[in-house]
């Protein structure tokens, strides 16, 4: 006698609700309900007095007292921690109330079947010759459309797998081979290049970590020689300006002095002036006198030469030489910037974070 398998997913169903038993309880006759759906029903059942099981008739004259059932209650906790299907996962087709990820497939039923529903492919001898594979969405492709048995077979020829019919016939005399032993073949040589891949992507996130390193480097660098270089043109400026000012300062008191000396000596010229002018005045009647004893009387005063004293002349009067001078400064100033300044510009684009030479990695 074959032996049975629990079923979870007919022996846990409520009898009346039809569905998965929620929160379970047992009345004194041994069947199990849901808690809401027997009060409900014996709630019906208050006004006659009299009240039935659902599933075995049997009838109580007073409303039973519920117990909840532990063990039933431990069972459905159980279910509801095996491993529910996710998203995309594979999923059992015997379950019906609770999808529960599939763990095999079938090659002949061409069905999924989760932990509890695999078990009589293992325990009867029915399903000996059944061909069970790791659960897998695309069952039908791993049949052979033609003759409706597995591809365990590789061509090597034709680069697919076939059945073993299909050796016989259309492959005859191809290079073949277990597609399991070809597939675990392909495996490691996967493995070699993914270990491949796996330095070369540690290479580049190195290389990536040091870029970002040298991004970090460069910015600091940069900023550094921008606040360096405004410090200098600024003293640069400053050092002109200080230059500009002790010239500023030398003109004025230039013009100070001179305009000093100048109206001093115009001071004394206008004196001296006034002085010939009294002089003039006292000759005048000496030259329409008639009286010789008077004219020799006054003569001897007129002969004495008022001292004429200056004898400076205008000299430069403009600032156009120092102009000239500022002008000639200005020009050699402008050659001195135009010549350091091409070889600052060259040291700036100097600065890289690229090397000249360049790798590049070619995946096969």
């Known amino acids: 006698m074959a032996e049975s398998v629990f079923d979870p997913e007919t022996s846990l169903d409520c009898p009346i609700c039809l569905n998965l038993l929620k929160n379970p309880v047992t009345t004194s006759c041994g069947h199990s309900f849901c808690m809401q759906c027997i009060k409900r029903c014996w709630d019906q059942e208050d006004q006659r007095g009299v009240y039935s099981c659902p599933t075995c008739r049997a009838t109580f004259n007073q409303r039973p007292a519920l117990s909840r059932s532990i063990v039933l209650a431990d069972i459905l906790q159980g279910m509801k921690r095996k491993a529910p299907a996710k998203p995309g996962d594979v999923t059992c087709d015997v379950c019906k109330k609770i999808k529960i990820k599939a763990t095999e497939s079938c090659l002949v039923c061409m069905a999924s079947y989760c932990q509890t529903h695999v078990r009589p492919h ?10 069970l594979v790791k659960a897998s969405p695309n069952l039908q492709q791993q049949i052979c459309p033609k003759h409706h048995k597995a591809l365990e077979i590789y061509c090597y020829n034709d680069l697919k797998c076939i059945c073993v019919l299909c050796m016989g016939k259309q492959h005859s005399g191809h290079k073949t081979v277990s597609a399991a032993i070809e597939m675990a073949k392909k495996k490691e040589e996967l493995k070699i290049k993914k270990r491949d891949f796996m330095q070369k992507t540690n290479d580049l996130k190195e290389k990536v970590l040091q870029f970002k390193e040298a991004v970090i480097s460069h910015k600091r660098s940069a900023q550094a020689a921008v606040e360096n270089s405004d410090r200098i043109f600024n003293e640069i400026i400053y050092s002109i300006q200080n230059r500009q000012a002790e010239v500023r300062e030398k003109i004025r008191a230039q013009e100070k002095k001179e305009v000093h ?24 009647p000496l030259l329409h006198s008639e009286d010789h004893v008077h004219f020799f009387q006054n003569y001897n005063l007129s002969s004495v030469v008022f001292p004429y004293t200056s004898s400076r002349g205008v000299s430069n009067l403009t600032f156009e030489r120092v102009e000239q001078s500022l002008s000639e400064l200005k020009r050699q100033l402008d050659e001195v910037c135009e010549e350091h300044m091409g070889g600052i510009l060259n040291k700036v684009t100097d600065v890289q974070i690229f090397q000249n030479e360049c790798k590049y990695i070619i995946l096969n």
Do not use: V
């Open 261 to 284: 000396d100048a109206e001093h000596h115009i001071q004394r010229l206008e004196q001296e002036m006034g002085k010939l002018q009294e002089e003039n005045c006292k000759l005048e």
């Open 122 to 131: 293992y325990e009867s001898k029915a399903f000996k010759k059944h061909k």
